[in-house]
């Protein structure tokens, strides 16, 4: 069965330095989302992506993120300078459509130091 | 303010027995209703998706709407130590493509 898969399954990193977060959405789907899940809270969602653009981004999504799908199946979620509280799990989904459900990689586990 | 809110409980039952978690949401415009099991430190799994008002059901679980009262459940019939995770109730709004989730509620199947 087809599934997201998310690279690395943990980075550490220290504050003010870069990290991109890897996934690969299920091959037939063509929308991508990032979300986060700070430990003991909600599942946040970061930003939407359809056709090779941010179709809706949250608040959470400022100008420290960024999301680019460099080639045919990877989808990357960029932070640029990390702050102690971007510490989280980044889960990267995908659907087929808008009114489809959202399919979840395993996640990444960013500890910023 | 786009809310999803749910019971954190914990909630506990025997096996066996039928657990029941409830979500309600704010917009009134919400379309599409989503599931998810989370076990500890692991993503959201889908379990079910319901639509339309009624009930709906896929082997042990059973999810109802009432699109009147804002209101979604989950029903699992049987339950299994393995039912023990936290589910999350996901809403989705007509205007824009993301899920706005609950904080969850915490269920414990006891052997």
């Known amino acids: 069965e087809p599934e997201v898969t998310q690279t690395p399954s943990h980075q550490v990193t220290q504050m003010g330095q870069e990290v991109i977060l890897r996934c690969v959405p299920i091959s037939n789907h063509l929308y991508f989302y990032w979300y986060r899940q700070i430990l003991g809270q909600k599942v946040e969602f970061l930003v939407s992506f359809y056709n090779n653009e941010i179709s809706e981004k949250s608040e959470i999504f400022d100008d420290q993120f960024s999301v680019e799908r460099p080639d045919g199946s990877n989808f990357t979620l960029k932070i640029r300078s990390t702050k102690l509280e971007d510490s989280a799990m980044y889960f990267c989904?995908?659907?087929?459509?808008?009114?489809?459900?959202?399919?979840f990689g395993p996640g990444t586990r960013l500890t910023v130091l | 303010q786009k809310e999803v809110e749910q019971n954190s409980g914990p909630l506990s039952v025997p096996e066996g027995a039928i657990a029941s978690l409830n979500c309600t949401y704010s917009d009134r415009g919400s379309q599409s209703f989503f599931w998810y099991r989370q076990y500890s430190g692991k993503s959201p799994e889908l379990i079910m998706f319901i639509y339309s008002n009624g009930d709906k059901e896929d082997g042990r679980f059973t999810a109802q709407l009432n699109k009147a009262s804002q209101y979604v459940s989950l029903l699992i019939r049987d339950s299994q130590p393995s039912d023990s995770a936290t589910y999350l109730c996901?809403?989705?709004?007509?205007?824009?493509?993301?899920?706005?989730f609950g904080t969850g509620t915490s269920l414990t199947v006891i052997p």
């Open positions: 996901a809403v989705k709004i007509p205007a824009g493509n993301q899920f706005y």
């Open positions: 989904a995908s659907s087929r459509g808008l009114a489809n459900e959202q399919f």
